[in-house]
């Protein structure tokens, strides 16, 4: 189950490295005035920010991973990691991408289903922002599961094992009327695995959004979304420790007693 923290984390940190790899004209920094109270329509707008206060991040990566088996025993499976090394210096990130994309025939005959009869739509989809996760079924007996997991831990760099630098690829499968893709164009990173007349299986990241949905229209169908999100962070030196300390506890502290 997802908790409210995750929500806070993941939406917030995924804004911060997707920012960092498309970087933004910075806005111009106003002096301070004292503390002042923030207004409840500010908190709304500030939900699900997060800085990363303390360390500098070192390797930002997300692995996906869709399976889907219909009711024929056809399995799709999909998957990609995505990795953006902070470690080289400079304003853009190495980036490192591997899909993986199959699809398993089994010799059963497909479903047969009436035109007409069943309807999904997720085309808002398209309009949300922030972390998403989607299931919509019209059928019977249908096993649908999306699962996020994020893990925080400190570190120098890339772990072992991440592909050598990639940028842009795509992996496409096809078999009869089913197709995996595993794709990166620079600013999106999407699993999709679809059948035709039957639904799709979609997982994507992109600046300002998170997603993974799931939308069936024929029954006895088993899918699956299983989304990790790795944060390293790299720790300051003590020295520099020490002086960010003591510089926020002056901002802080300033404008609270007589003469400050």
């Known amino acids: 189950m997802l908790t409210r923290?995750?929500?806070?984390l993941a939406g917030g940190a995924l804004a911060t490295m997707l920012a960092l790899?498309?970087?933004?004209?910075?806005?111009?920094?106003?002096?301070?005035?004292?503390?002042?109270?923030?207004?409840?329509?500010?908190?709304e707008l500030m939900r699900g920010r997060?800085?990363?206060?303390?360390?500098?991040?070192?390797?930002?990566?997300?692995?996906?991973?869709s399976t889907w088996t219909d009711a024929a025993g056809r399995t799709l499976e999909g998957g990609m990691t995505l990795g953006m090394d902070f470690t080289k210096g400079g304003q853009v990130p190495v980036v490192s991408f591997t899909p993986v994309v199959s699809i398993t025939d089994a010799d059963a005959p497909l479903p047969v289903t009436t035109a007409g009869s069943r309807s999904i739509d997720g085309s808002g989809l398209a309009n949300a922002s922030g972390l998403l996760q989607s299931v919509q079924l019209a059928?019977?007996?249908?096993?649908?599961?999306?699962?996020a997991h994020l893990r925080v831990r400190e570190g120098t760099g890339a772990?072992?094992?991440?592909?050598?630098?990639?940028?842009?690829?795509?992996?496409?499968?096809?078999?009869g009327n089913a197709s995996v893709l595993a794709g990166f164009d620079g600013g999106t990173a999407r699993v999709k695995l679809q059948i035709d007349g039957q639904g799709a299986v979609e997982q994507w990241i992109r600046s300002g959004s998170v997603g993974q949905s799931i939308q069936l229209a024929a029954d006895q169908q088993v899918a699956a979304n299983r989304l990790q999100i790795?944060?390293?962070?790299?720790?300051?030196?003590?020295q520099a420790m020490l002086a960010q300390n003591v510089a926020q506890a002056m901002v802080t502290a300033r404008g609270i007693g007589p003469g400050l």
Request: aromatic share 6%; proline share 10%.
């Open 5 to 8: 923290s995750f929500l806070i």
């Open 21 to 43: 790899a498309c970087p933004a004209p910075a806005a111009a920094s106003q002096p301070g005035s004292g503390l002042t109270e923030i207004p409840d329509p500010e908190l």
């Open 50 to 65: 997060y800085t990363v206060g303390g360390n500098s991040v070192a390797w930002f990566g997300v692995t996906m991973i």
């Open 139 to 147: 059928g019977d007996g249908n096993t649908a599961s999306n699962l």
């Open 159 to 175: 772990p072992d094992g991440v592909a050598a630098p990639m940028y842009g690829h795509d992996a496409v499968t096809r078999l």
């Open 230 to 238: 790795d944060l390293v962070q790299q720790p300051l030196a003590a």
